[in-house]
């Protein structure tokens, strides 16, 4: 058998595009490595007839990625800040968790789109642009001219800006009767992300209440 039929083939899915960044936050498992993460709620649709959005919950993997998180973290952080991204996300899938609904009290089941941020090409806080990515492909690392993809896509940003930004608190554990917070969540302790979702938790306000065995929020 050859080493070509032996060899390990990857397959990549790959979204782009932009959206307003959320939740923008440092995790800090109780084991492993603090890592950054947030919210996107991605733009899709035209200005003409409506913007809608769909939102992924990502982890920050790229390097670059990292670094603009590292350095803006605080700015994306400040009460009504209003925060775009053109962005590559990576390994994207469903994931489900259950919440309480607050008006039936009954425990309903939620999903959301989670992912890796692999590389963000342009940061704009409040109007000002604060980071673009050099022109290259920011997946292949290939040096390319600048497309007219990308530059619509950042033309994007500016037509949406007037609109308002989705809330902060439109997370995935969000009541989708009241937009708030759901009062208790529950976790697969089996689950590979086990650690950081409970991270996540914690960062959120909510503490284990074991006669419920569930996540309250405070």
Same mark, same amino acid.
């Given at each position: 058998?050859?080493?070509?039929?032996?060899? =390990?083939?990857?397959?990549?899915?790959?979204?782009?595009?932009?959206? /307003?960044?959320?939740?923008?936050?440092? &995790?800090?498992?109780?084991?492993?490595?603090?890592?950054?993460?947030?919210?996107?709620?991605?733009?899709?649709?035209? =200005?003409?007839?409506?913007?809608? /959005?769909?939102? %992924?919950?990502?982890?920050?993997?790229?390097?670059?990625?990292?670094? #603009?998180?590292?350095?803006?973290?605080?700015?994306?952080?400040?009460?009504?800040?209003?925060?775009?991204?053109? %962005?590559?996300?990576?390994?994207?899938?469903?994931?489900?968790?259950? /919440?309480?609904?607050?008006?039936?009290? *009954?425990?309903?089941?939620?999903?959301?789109? $989670?992912?890796? !941020?692999?590389?963000? +090409?342009?940061?704009?806080?409040?109007?000002? #642009? &604060? %980071? +673009?990515?050099?022109?290259?492909?920011? #997946?292949?690392?290939?040096?390319?001219?600048?497309?007219?993809?990308?530059?619509?896509?950042? +033309? =994007? $940003?500016?037509? =949406? *800006?007037?609109?308002?930004?989705?809330?902060?608190?439109?997370?995935?554990?969000? $009541?989708?009767?009241?937009?708030?917070?759901?009062?208790?969540?529950? !976790?697969?302790?089996?689950?590979?992300?086990?650690?950081?979702?409970?991270? *996540? !938790?914690?960062? !959120?306000?909510?503490?284990?209440?074991?006669? +419920?065995?569930?996540? #309250?929020?405070?």
């Amino acid at each position: 058998m050859s080493n070509q039929e032996n060899k =390990t083939v990857y397959f990549d899915l790959h979204a782009t595009g932009a959206g /307003y960044i959320n939740r923008a936050r440092e &995790v800090s498992p109780e084991n492993g490595d603090a890592f950054f993460a947030c919210d996107i709620s991605a733009m899709r649709g035209n =200005t003409d007839k409506g913007v809608k /959005y769909t939102k %992924f919950s990502v982890r920050v993997v790229g390097s670059k990625a990292k670094e #603009v998180f590292a350095q803006y973290l605080k700015a994306m952080r400040q009460k009504d800040a209003k925060v775009i991204a053109s %962005f590559v996300i990576g390994d994207i899938q469903p994931t489900s968790y259950s /919440y309480v609904d607050k008006s039936s009290k *009954e425990t309903k089941t939620g999903c959301s789109i $989670d992912g890796r !941020l692999i590389a963000i +090409k342009s940061l704009k806080i409040n109007g000002e #642009v &604060v %980071f +673009k990515q050099e022109r290259k492909n920011v #997946v292949e690392g290939e040096t390319q001219e600048e497309t007219q993809e990308d530059t619509q896509e950042f +033309k =994007t $940003d500016t037509t =949406t *800006e007037t609109k308002q930004a989705p809330s902060a608190t439109d997370t995935p554990e969000v $009541d989708v009767v009241t937009g708030e917070l759901a009062q208790e969540i529950t !976790l697969d302790p089996t689950a590979k992300d086990f650690d950081e979702r409970k991270a *996540e !938790l914690k960062d !959120l306000g909510y503490t284990w209440n074991g006669e +419920k065995k569930a996540w #309250v929020l405070k």
